[in-house]
């Protein structure tokens, strides 16, 4: 049994329960708006309010805690900036459904606590604020866990927990798992460890539950934050180390193909809840809810996403330095050489090609927390 790198699991569960139990504001995450309110409303809109297509009682219910804002430069006539209004009263969620997907156990239990204890059942009260972080830091353990089960295919268990140690402590996924854990990113995080641990497993055995996985990983990845549909490179190129390994593969397509095949609908069906609520929201499967934000990818700030102190990646997380200098050596494990070299630089040109390049919140470029998975 390799206690030490496990035992940084327990360390790292320690810490993010303390500082998040010490931390004074996290009631404000969800109830002062913002990304973290849009990747949530789904849930009390649905199951509580009943008012998915307008969005009028759970922006009430929100703004009733007396935290939230109203944002004065929108046109939107409920005053906030998360939803797209398309007329005849109609609201479209400007934010993907898959984090709210990943909180429905936890929104449940909040829900059952909050009937049980008298606290108000709006979606709003202190157990539903207390569960939807708590599901953050839930998820973040369990990715780490098995980020910990495939470095252990690779190092020893000292050297995974220093991994270990550098990726959970010394990032900004801290940040984005303890204060402002309703974000994407954590899952994120969690998910491309999953997908990770599903890749190295599939290829090694062959068994239909890892290509389930990734393909579940991957769909959910996708669902979460659209542009992450770079993730399937990582399970596509994994271990093509030469030409023959590149013919192997072909093989293995028609060897498996029904393993393939269920792995691309599972994929398929993670969007399916998304596609779902466009149609019967716009009338169109497809729907860009971010209205005059996009990306420019003829003019990315990839040098100032990366290095500027205007919230650039390394200039606030210098140790991934490290991770950077690492892939020059990852000739030793040449079955990682092809998605690291593809998806980084694919990611980070994504990333820095939004017209917000500096992402605003979160020291440290939160766009990147995904990659360490990765990177470890």
Not at 65 to 75: I, P, R
Request: contains cysteine; positive net charge.
């Amino acid at each position: 049994m390799k206690f030490l790198s496990l035992n940084v699991i327990v360390l790292t569960a320690c810490i993010y329960l303390f500082a998040f139990y010490q931390f004074e504001r996290w009631h404000v995450a969800i109830l002062g708006g913002g990304d973290t309110w849009g990747y949530y409303v789904y849930l009390p809109a649905i199951f509580i309010h009943q008012d998915l297509a307008n969005l009028e009682n759970s922006v009430s219910v929100r703004n009733s805690y007396g935290v939230s804002y109203v944002n004065t430069a929108t046109k939107n006539p409920l005053g906030i900036h998360e939803a797209q209004y398309i007329g005849d009263g109609k609201q479209v969620i400007k934010y993907t459904m898959g984090v709210a997907i990943l909180n429905v156990p936890f929104f449940c239990i909040a829900h059952l606590l909050a009937i049980m204890t008298n606290y108000p059942a709006d979606g709003y009260s202190l157990p539903y604020i207390v569960l939807i972080h708590l599901s953050s830091i839930f998820y973040v353990l369990l990715g780490l866990y098995f980020l910990r089960k495939v470095l252990l295919n690779f190092f020893s268990d000292k050297i995974t927990a220093i991994s270990l140690l550098v990726v959970a402590l010394s990032t900004n996924l801290y940040y984005f798992s303890v204060y402002n854990s309703p974000m994407s990113h954590a899952y994120l995080f969690s998910l491309y460890c999953l997908l990770l641990y599903g890749t190295v497993q599939w290829y090694a055995l062959y068994r239909l539950r890892y290509a389930l996985l990734v393909g579940l990983t991957a769909g959910m990845i996708t669902l979460i934050r659209p542009v992450e549909l770079i993730c399937i490179v990582i399970p596509l190129l994994y271990g093509l180390t030469s030409w023959g390994a590149v013919k192997q593969r072909l093989l293995d397509f028609k060897t498996h193909y029904l393993a393939y095949s269920l792995a691309a609908l599972v994929f398929v069906l993670a969007g399916l809840p998304q596609f779902l609520y466009w149609k019967w929201i716009s009338g169109g499967f497809l729907f860009y809810s971010y209205g005059n934000e996009s990306f420019n990818f003829t003019d990315p700030h990839i040098y100032s996403g990366l290095f500027s102190f205007k919230n650039g990646w390394l200039a606030y997380t210098p140790v991934m330095i490290f991770a950077l200098l690492g892939c020059l050596f990852l000739l030793k494990h040449r079955k990682f050489l092809l998605p690291i070299y593809v998806f980084l630089p694919l990611h980070v040109y994504i990333a820095y090609s939004w017209w917000c390049w500096y992402y605003i919140n979160g020291f440290g470029s939160r766009p990147m927390v995904e990659t360490y998975a990765l990177l470890a």
